[in-house]
């Protein structure tokens, strides 16, 4: 095992490999120091937030390909949310290397943009100014994804300088709008279909089983969102004078919202299909820590908690418009609108998924209320093909970057675009990385990166670069 700090022991006598590891530890203030240089950067690519600052991001991430010397080109490029359409998304940074000699063509992803910093209250320092406190650089983006940003510079960097001449073809595609749900990003890959062309593509943009044992995610769960609502009145009435005769539209949506889930919590409705696979044993008190529960309060459903989060749907509200308390009358609601978020099993059609839940809330609809669904957004699930020889050479090279065995995990949330990616290359090899652990708190207030963490990903990286090319 190896400290928060310091890489792990060579497991290799080749001496480039030792060459590329000394590069990284040497070079680490500098990473670090290009880390905090984006995180300062408040790229939010939400409606509402300022444009040119995603730009602004996309140029210094550009600046930073250019760095490694290793590309041909270096291009900051958008395309059109669809195609033939006149908005644009957010721009992208799109660098290629040919390959030569017969060797493989690696595509690297990661995304610039970030998650708003949200209270302000709640950050022990400021979101965009980034601050070492122990092992972690705390920051908005300072893991989610701007250190998977810096993890490819960094192991390209230690790549051009150990092996100039690699045969190896490279292409980085670093997304300007991916917390913004990556609208632009299939007319993107059609747009640029031959320059992103590759055999194997490294999305870093996941976790990390611990700050000292790397994961490997092989599958992640769809997802479908709507906006419901619910509605029973032409006109909101005083509760007192109707009241308990006439059915507000709260009543009829709270009834109808408890069909959704069983007695212990697990999703009620057919058609929602679960996914059968191993998962590591759960450690209570670690998933009790990592989830916050209270005291009293206990998981939901039956079974393993990964197997739960990995391997079955789920069904979430996540947004409810409804008088505050500070505004409420005594008013019977005509009206309701909630947002619903539901996770899809690997294995399962995220459309298919979508009619599954949508049929079950009209079969339930209560009180005679009126339904309409809006907003229908899906993203499918996916299963990484874990017996391809590119698997072996990634687990092996994660080994000796981090000093310890990856963990194969699944992952809970969403990342709808691999999907994408797996129907645009069907014949590449996906592997999903990260640089996130339990502590990272991406998206929350307090965001960090582990700089242990950091400096074994880019050794893993680099090492995975330097066998993938034959040497």
Same mark, same amino acid.
């Given at each position: 095992?190896?400290?928060?700090?310091?890489?792990?022991?060579?497991?290799?006598?080749?001496?480039?490999?030792?060459?590329?590891?000394?590069?990284?530890?040497?070079?680490?203030?500098?990473?670090?120091?290009?880390?905090?240089?984006?995180?300062?950067?408040?790229?939010?690519?939400?409606?509402?937030?300022?444009?040119?600052?995603?730009?602004?991001?996309?140029?210094?991430?550009?600046?930073?390909?250019?760095?490694?010397?290793?590309?041909?080109?270096?291009?900051? !490029?958008?395309?059109?949310?669809?195609?033939?359409?006149?908005?644009?998304?957010?721009?992208?940074?799109?660098?290629?290397?040919?390959?030569?000699?017969?060797?493989?063509?690696?595509?690297?992803?990661?995304?610039?943009?970030?998650?708003?910093?949200?209270?302000?209250?709640?950050?022990?320092?400021?979101?965009? %100014?980034?601050?070492?406190?122990?092992?972690?650089?705390?920051?908005?983006?300072?893991?989610?994804?701007?250190?998977?940003?810096?993890?490819?510079?960094?192991?390209?960097?230690?790549?051009?300088?150990?092996?100039?001449?690699?045969?190896?073809?490279? %292409?980085?595609?670093?997304?300007?709008?991916?917390?913004?749900?990556?609208?632009?990003?299939?007319?993107?890959?059609?747009?640029?279909?031959? !320059?992103?062309?590759?055999?194997?593509?490294?999305?870093?943009?996941?976790?990390?089983?611990?700050?000292?044992?790397?994961?490997?995610?092989?599958?992640?769960?769809?997802?479908?969102?709507?906006?419901?609502?619910?509605?029973?009145?032409?006109?909101?009435?005083?509760?007192?004078?109707?009241?308990?005769?006439?059915?507000?539209?709260?009543?009829?949506? %709270?009834?109808?919202?408890?069909?959704?889930?069983?007695?212990?919590?697990?999703?009620?409705?057919?058609?929602?299909?679960?996914?059968?696979?191993?998962?590591?044993?759960?450690?209570?008190?670690?998933?009790?820590?990592?989830?916050?529960?209270?005291?009293?309060?206990?998981?939901?459903?039956?079974?393993?908690?990964?197997?739960?989060?990995?391997?079955?749907?789920?069904?979430?509200?996540?947004?409810?418009?409804?008088?505050?308390?500070?505004?409420?009358?005594?008013?019977?609601?005509?009206?309701?609108?909630?947002?619903?978020?539901?996770?899809?099993?690997?294995?399962?059609?995220?459309?298919?998924?979508?009619?599954?839940?949508?049929?079950?809330?009209?079969?339930?609809?209560?009180?005679?209320?009126?339904?309409?669904?809006?907003?229908?957004?899906?993203?499918?699930?996916?299963?990484?093909?874990?017996?391809?020889? %590119?698997?072996?050479?990634?687990?092996?090279?994660?080994?000796?970057?981090?000093?310890?065995?990856?963990?194969?995990?699944?992952?809970?949330?969403?990342?709808?675009?691999?999907?994408?990616?797996?129907?645009?290359?069907?014949?590449?090899?996906?592997?999903?990385?990260?640089?996130?652990?339990?502590? !990272?708190?991406?998206?929350?207030?307090?965001?960090?990166?582990?700089?242990?963490?950091?400096?074994?990903?880019?050794?893993?990286?680099?090492?995975?670069?330097?066998?993938?090319?034959?040497?």
């Amino acid at each position: 095992m190896t400290d928060s700090h310091s890489g792990p022991r060579p497991s290799s006598t080749d001496p480039l490999e030792q060459h590329l590891r000394s590069r990284i530890d040497t070079t680490f203030p500098r990473t670090v120091a290009d880390l905090s240089s984006l995180v300062k950067i408040p790229s939010v690519s939400w409606d509402g937030f300022d444009a040119e600052r995603v730009a602004r991001s996309s140029e210094a991430v550009a600046e930073l390909a250019r760095s490694t010397g290793i590309f041909e080109t270096v291009d900051v !490029t958008s395309v059109a949310f669809e195609e033939g359409g006149s908005d644009h998304g957010h721009p992208a940074i799109l660098a290629r290397r040919p390959a030569r000699d017969g060797a493989p063509t690696v595509l690297l992803y990661a995304h610039h943009d970030v998650q708003p910093p949200g209270d302000p209250a709640l950050w022990e320092s400021e979101a965009f %100014v980034p601050t070492v406190r122990g092992d972690r650089l705390y920051g908005r983006g300072a893991s989610d994804d701007k250190a998977g940003v810096i993890t490819h510079i960094a192991a390209l960097r230690a790549l051009a300088e150990s092996t100039p001449d690699t045969p190896l073809g490279i %292409v980085l595609f670093i997304e300007g709008e991916e917390e913004f749900g990556s609208r632009s990003f299939a007319n993107f890959l059609r747009t640029h279909r031959e !320059t992103l062309d590759a055999d194997v593509i490294v999305v870093a943009d996941a976790d990390n089983w611990s700050v000292d044992t790397p994961s490997l995610t092989v599958s992640l769960r769809g997802n479908v969102t709507f906006t419901l609502t619910v509605s029973t009145l032409a006109h909101a009435s005083h509760s007192g004078m109707l009241g308990g005769a006439a059915p507000d539209a709260m009543l009829a949506a %709270v009834k109808l919202l408890g069909t959704l889930w069983n007695e212990d919590g697990s999703v009620a409705v057919a058609g929602l299909t679960s996914h059968d696979a191993d998962v590591p044993v759960a450690e209570l008190e670690r998933f009790r820590e990592e989830a916050g529960l209270l005291d009293g309060v206990e998981p939901i459903g039956a079974g393993d908690v990964y197997r739960q989060m990995w391997f079955q749907p789920a069904i979430t509200v996540t947004g409810v418009d409804a008088p505050s308390v500070q505004n409420a009358s005594n008013t019977l609601l005509p009206t309701m609108r909630v947002k619903i978020s539901a996770r899809v099993a690997p294995g399962q059609d995220a459309r298919d998924a979508f009619e599954a839940v949508r049929s079950h809330l009209v079969k339930h609809v209560a009180l005679g209320a009126h339904l309409d669904f809006e907003d229908v957004d899906t993203g499918q699930p996916f299963l990484v093909d874990t017996s391809s020889d %590119v698997f072996e050479v990634a687990r092996g090279a994660m080994t000796d970057g981090w000093g310890a065995a990856p963990v194969d995990q699944g992952a809970g949330g969403s990342i709808p675009f691999i999907a994408t990616l797996n129907e645009t290359f069907p014949d590449a090899k996906i592997l999903v990385t990260g640089v996130e652990d339990p502590d !990272t708190r991406a998206h929350s207030p307090n965001e960090s990166q582990h700089l242990g963490v950091l400096r074994r990903a880019i050794t893993a990286e680099a090492l995975l670069l330097h066998r993938l090319a034959g040497n």
